[in-house]
């Protein structure tokens, strides 16, 4: 089993909290996606021969893509890997651009999930971060997606965004709830240097919100979601039963994936690889036949670190039998011996041979995989 993550760099226009990577220079698609499907075809056997079960378009912006550009990516796909058994085929997209002719479309793809940048229902907050949707407008998008026959819809929010209050969390909250997407990943706002908020930041335009309110806007998060019926799976990350992000499941899993595009990361059990973080240093690369990269192999204790960081990010954790087998019974000791006061304390638990953080433990984790980390 295995996925194929594809970069699409592309952005209409920049919202200031964000540092992805990507470009508003709408005219290079056409060259890049030649360039992306040329390095899927070059890369067909780094899988060696796995089966692609899931297929993520991530961005950027992948729903600035018109249809030929579709085209060109799927029949590639479908060329080098077979889509066959390609259960969960994503698409994040801008709820601008999910027009009725835009979704239409992109029936006519095997895409069968949506992820879609809501961010938050607050249009003066909307117009702050410079998101080019407004509430109306993500609202509308997301019932012409389920009209259009999307059984299988994620959404975006941020939280502890600049002015955020309790109440407005909570109406973005229901909103959503109201909406009943399949699948809802919330991240607390992080101000990144060299963005626009940041700078905001710096100049007192904006202030951050206190740990206090941070941890209540993350308790609200919890309680309304689970009191709709979603689960909570990952740290981020909440779906209707059964419905979690599969491809997403795979990162923390340690299952290998294929990344293609600019600056895309792939990993192979043994190795991680990224792409050069330049659309035009990539393009040129591809055109000539050589993908500009680098490769890091990873050891034991690094991938024993990856497994335990990653793993214990979910709910199902992260398997006893599986760090003995894969990294050692010396490592597994350690780590029995180093989880052994968060068990007492009730910050982690163990069940059917799998070690997890307790809803408690999610609060002290930084601390608790300090500990756990392998060195
Ligand atoms: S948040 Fe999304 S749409 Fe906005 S600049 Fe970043 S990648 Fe582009």
């Known amino acids: 089993m295995a996925g194929i993550y594809l970069h699409i760099p592309f952005c209409k226009t920049r919202c200031i909290y964000c540092d992805f990577y990507s470009t508003t220079r709408d005219d290079l698609k056409r060259r890049y996606v030649r360039a992306l499907c040329r390095e899927l075809t070059l890369r067909r056997d ?108 994620s959404i975006d929010l941020i939280y502890g965004l600049p002015g955020e209050t309790d109440a407005r969390w909570q109406a973005d909250l229901q909103q959503a709830v109201r909406l009943r997407p399949e699948h809802v990943s919330a991240y607390h706002l992080m101000y ?104 890091e192999c990873l050891d034991a204790d690094t991938r024993y670190n990856e497994y335990v960081m990653t793993g214990l990010r979910t709910r199902w954790g992260i398997s006893l039998d599986q760090v003995a087998a894969d990294y050692g019974k010396e490592r597994l000791a350690y780590l029995e011996r180093m989880a052994r006061p968060h068990l007492q304390r009730g910050m982690m638990a163990v069940g059917e041979g799998r070690l997890r953080l307790t809803e408690a433990g999610v609060f002290v984790s930084d601390d608790i995989l300090s500990d756990l980390m392998y060195v």
């Open 192 to 295: 990144e240097e060299e963005t626009t908020l940041y700078r905001y930041l710096l100049e007192h335009r904006v202030c951050e919100v206190d740990e206090d309110a941070s941890v209540r806007f993350y308790h609200r998060l919890t309680d309304t979601l689970s009191e709709a019926g979603y689960v909570h799976y990952e740290i981020s990350n909440f779906c209707l039963p059964g419905r979690h992000a599969r491809h997403n499941a795979s990162y923390w899993q340690g299952i290998p994936y294929l990344g293609c595009g600019a600056s895309a990361h792939s990993y192979d059990g043994r190795s991680r690889e990224w792409n050069v973080a330049s659309i035009e240093a990539y393009m040129q690369g591809m055109e000539r036949g050589e993908r500009p990269h680098e490769v």
């Open 46 to 153: 780094y899988l060696q021969g796995a089966v692609v079960e899931t297929v993520y378009l991530g961005g950027g912006t992948p729903s600035q893509l018109a249809e030929e550009d579709l085209a060109d990516i799927f029949r590639t796909l479908q060329e080098a890997y077979g889509l066959d058994n390609a259960t969960e085929i994503t698409l994040e997209a801008n709820p601008d651009d999910l027009t009725g002719d835009y979704v239409r479309m992109l029936r006519r793809f095997p895409i069968n999930r949506l992820s879609m940048g809501i961010q938050t229902f607050d249009e003066d907050t909307l117009k702050l971060l410079r998101r080019r949707h407004t509430a109306r407008q993500a609202m509308d998008a997301f019932l012409r997606c389920r009209e259009a026959g999307f059984d299988n819809l």
